[in-house]
């Protein structure tokens, strides 16, 4: 492995630095729902269910729409989600819930993806200090070929 990282494992910083990401994605769930209600009339209402509540309940409908549950978990995060959609659309709206959820998602995505980003280049690293070639799979799968072939 390049500079001696084991990359048997993850590395050792990954817990935390996810911890952070969730975190930072979580703050900015946040502040979504927070702006919404400023740009609303339904402040007073986002006010009297509070950031936080209304926060985790767009959590909670981005999650039970990604997919990933199985079995009775299926019904808990479907009645947990629709509650939590229904509570979101009586304070700001279908609309308004539709387009949050949607950015809520895109952003968790878009840092799942620089998180194992960067958690692939110590692998991609590692193969260029072997001095590994782009082709060399494709090479040896030929070769391979080749020889079943002539069997």
Excluded: C
């Excluded at 996810?18 to 702006?35: K, M, Y």
């Excluded at 939590?84 to 304070?91: C, D, F, P």
């Excluded at 980003?117 to 590994?132: H, P, V």
Aim: glycine share 10%; proline share 2%; no cysteine.
């Amino acid at each position: 492995a390049a500079a001696g990282q084991d990359l048997t494992r993850s590395s050792p910083g990954l817990p935390a630095h996810t911890s952070r990401v969730v975190r930072d994605w979580q703050g900015f769930v946040l502040e979504l729902v927070r702006g919404e209600g400023a740009a609303r009339r339904s402040t007073a209402r986002a006010l009297s269910y509070g950031v936080n509540a209304l926060g985790l309940a767009l959590m909670i409908v981005v999650f039970a729409h990604t997919g990933g549950l199985t079995g009775g978990e299926v019904a808990v995060a479907g009645g947990t989600s629709a509650l939590s959609q229904k509570l979101l659309e009586a304070v700001f709206g279908d609309q308004a819930v539709r387009r949050l959820a949607a950015r809520a998602r895109a952003e968790l995505h878009r840092r799942v993806v620089v998180l194992l980003e960067e958690e692939e280049s110590r692998f991609a690293a590692a193969l260029e200090a072997a001095g590994l070639q782009p082709e060399a799979g494709a090479q040896l799968r030929a070769a391979a070929a080749a020889v079943e072939r002539e069997r």
